[in-house]
């Protein structure tokens, strides 16, 4: 593993250790940058200072010599706190040089990500909503997509960055689009979860093998991504989380979260997404019991033995 810094590269600060960001952070010193991270987990901030990172005591340490600063937060509410402030503090925003440049990879409305980029613009940061796709194996291989909120010329200055933990990175349009393209994205893929779980359930409670329903469909015109990497049907494919009693992957709260907001924007723009909304219902009710389950774990409303098989 090349851990040597580059003294040419900006100095990075990363908030936000989770499932997500940890790998994404340790792309970025595998790359050579030199990091100083943040995060309410001691274990973890210790497996990035095993990497080769230092740790910051609080979030204004962390970025108090960086150039740049990348967060990826769980929800809008803590990308608001983090960088606007609340009753207790300022917020980053006022703590940063003008110039430095923040990246949010974190999945927010994108009302929310307009209201702290225009906070940002009028103290001279350049700010980017930048989310991400892929789920953390794409995370952990630096293979995910990023879709860009942003200005353009802003946008350029970050690619070299964003293509050290990402292989597609995608300029979506101005602050607040690549939440929006982000939530479209994950609406059409709670749909396609909903519909494979639906039509293999179909398959198998009359008789066929999941597996050869499965490879059909993968040569058929029911083809979608879920059938090509993600079979949410126990043993059709390996290091599937429905083959590992549907742990790790993407949380079907997290699903439901980003599904609520796309309704959220459908409503607030006088959008109809039938199929979004119906999706949206499916998740909510199945998050009551399996909320911390990956989201293909929707195959249980069908047939509980999955969860033994």
Same mark, same amino acid.
């Given at each position: ?20 960001? %940890? ?57 608001? !706190? ?22 949010? !990879? *974190?999945?927010?409305? /994108? ?7 225009? /906070? /940002? ?36 200055? %970050? ?82 989380? *429905? ?12 699903? #439901?979260?980003?599904?609520? #907001? ?34 293909? !774990? ?6 509980? *033995?999955?969860?033994? !098989?």
């Amino acid at each position: 593993m090349n851990t040597e810094k580059n003294t040419d590269k900006p100095n990075i600060a990363f908030i936000g250790l989770g499932n997500m960001g %940890a790998p994404m952070a340790e792309n970025l010193i595998k790359a050579g940058y030199k990091l100083c991270v943040y995060d309410l987990s001691v274990e973890a901030t210790n497996r990035l200072q095993q990497a080769g990172a230092t740790v910051a005591q609080s979030p204004s340490e962390a970025v108090a010599r960086a150039q740049v600063v990348i967060s990826m937060l769980p929800a809008g509410k803590h990308v608001h !706190s983090v960088y606007l402030g609340d009753g207790n503090s300022k917020g980053l925003l006022s703590e940063l040089a003008e110039g430095t440049l923040v990246i949010d !990879s *974190s999945t927010i409305a /994108a009302e929310d990500a307009r209201i702290v980029a225009k /906070a /940002a613009t009028e103290l001279n940061i350049n700010f980017l909503d930048a989310p991400v796709s892929g789920g953390t194996g794409a995370a952990i291989a630096g293979t995910l997509t990023f879709i860009v909120g942003g200005d353009a010329e802003v946008f350029v200055k %970050a690619k070299p960055i964003l293509n050290t933990m990402g292989k597609n990175i995608f300029h979506a349009g101005a602050h607040g689009a690549g939440q929006v393209a982000k939530i479209c994205n994950n609406m059409l893929l709670g749909i396609l979860m909903a519909g494979t779980t639906e039509a293999i359930n179909l398959g198998v409670k009359n008789g066929l093998d999941p597996k050869v329903l499965s490879d059909i469909m993968l040569q058929s015109s029911g083809r979608n991504w879920t059938l090509e990497v993600y079979n949410p049907y126990p043993q059709v494919m390996e290091s599937t989380p *429905s083959s590992n009693h549907y742990k790790g992957g993407f949380m079907t709260n997290l699903m #439901l979260k980003d599904l609520n #907001l796309a309704m959220q924007t459908s409503q607030a723009t006088d959008v109809e997404t039938p199929m979004g909304a119906k999706a949206a219902e499916l998740y909510q009710e199945h998050s009551t019991n399996y909320g911390e389950k990956d989201f293909s !774990s929707l195959m249980i409303r069908y047939d509980n *033995s999955v969860l033994s !098989s």
